[in-house]
């Protein structure tokens, strides 16, 4: 009973890693960043994916933040696969006014790729620009006799696939509902990912549209230490090239445990695991750093310089 107990009190701390800072209770002002304040996001993350029989074009999908996915094409064919992919992910947000925040972020990645087939075995690897994404981030509630309520709006500035980059193709929107009880923090996140047809090289191609849902749970063990927990779905639709569907839709359910310490006033570092329990195979690791400063006289920490 008490492995269940101390499994359950694990994740939330990626989905808002400041919180792992403040002192009880947790609160929303953690949650927005402050007017005139400026975050620096620094992510890095790592995901390793097995894949046996008859690909489907299928891609890899490597979760770099809470709601923000990057997707890895997959070739159509019989044979056995084994890949690993290590993301970094550097973003600002800007507390614009005592409810908003705006924000902006770009990711680039490596990746290598075993296979083995009917004709042999190979290995490849790619290194290259992935996305540029912009967005605001808003306080509609505050936590209350009910619970908090925040919204959220990205645009996708630049992506890059195959052979092309296009721009102002991709959106997501989503809300995030929690309530707060010392020193326990309950919260629910839903997202939705719309993409429209882009040409990549001399192909018309549309990446699948993405729900997700995230009901997690936070645990402040003291004003540094947060551990917590949490279970997300997400519903993929196939992506398609010419009009044309390549695979089906899938559906698939991960656990996400993490970890979050507050290094400095300011400063936070979280890791979480996300490990799939059921439609595919895989895990990503994903290490996290928020820092807050002044946006005239930003400085990094000591322990940087």
């Known amino acids: 009973m008490n492995v269940l107990r ?16 403040a002192d009880l209770p947790l609160t929303v002002e953690d949650l927005i960043t402050d007017k005139g304040k400026v975050k620096i996001d620094l992510s890095f993350s790592y995901a ?10 299928e891609p890899i999908d490597i979760q770099t933040g809470p709601t923000s996915f990057v997707s890895l094409p997959t070739l159509i064919g019989e044979s056995q696969g084994n ?33 083995s087939d009917v004709s042999g075995m190979s290995s490849d690897s790619d290194s290259r620009f992935a996305d540029a994404w912009a967005g605001v981030n808003y306080q509609f509630k505050k936590d209350d006799d ?12 630049r992506e890059k696939h195959r052979e092309s980059s296009r721009s102002f193709k991709s959106y997501l929107s989503g809300l995030t509902i929690y309530k707060a009880l010392d020193p326990v923090v309950f919260s629910l ?10 040409k990549d090289g001399e192909l018309v191609y549309k990446p699948g549209n993405m729900l997700l849902f995230n009901p997690s749970l936070a645990f402040a063990v003291n004003d540094r230490v947060t551990l917590t927990m ?11 090239s010419e009009g044309k569907a390549q695979g089906f839709r899938r559906t698939s359910t991960d656990m996400l445990m993490g970890v979050g310490y507050g290094i400095s006033k300011g400063s936070t570092l979280s890791v979480t695991f996300k490990a799939n329990a059921s439609g595919s ?16 006289s930003c400085k990094l920490p000591r322990f940087l310089c």
């Open 6 to 21: 101390s499994y359950f009190i694990v994740w939330f701390c990626v989905l808002f890693p400041s919180i792992a800072f």
């Open 48 to 57: 390793n994916s097995d894949k046996k029989g008859v690909f489907t074009n």
């Open 83 to 115: 890949s690993d992919t290590l993301v970094g992910t550097l973003g600002l947000r800007y507390g614009l006014t005592a409810k908003a925040e705006i924000f902006a972020r770009s990711t680039y990645l490596y990746s290598e790729n075993r296979t």
């Open 146 to 157: 009910t619970p908090a309520i925040l919204g959220f709006a990205e645009v996708a500035l």
């Open 189 to 198: 996140s839903t997202a939705y990912r719309l993409n429209q047809n882009r």
């Open 230 to 240: 949490g279970l997300q779905w997400t519903n993929r639709h196939a992506d398609k």
């Open 281 to 296: 195979s895989g895990a990503d690791l994903r290490l996290n750093w928020l820092h807050t400063c002044d946006a005239v």
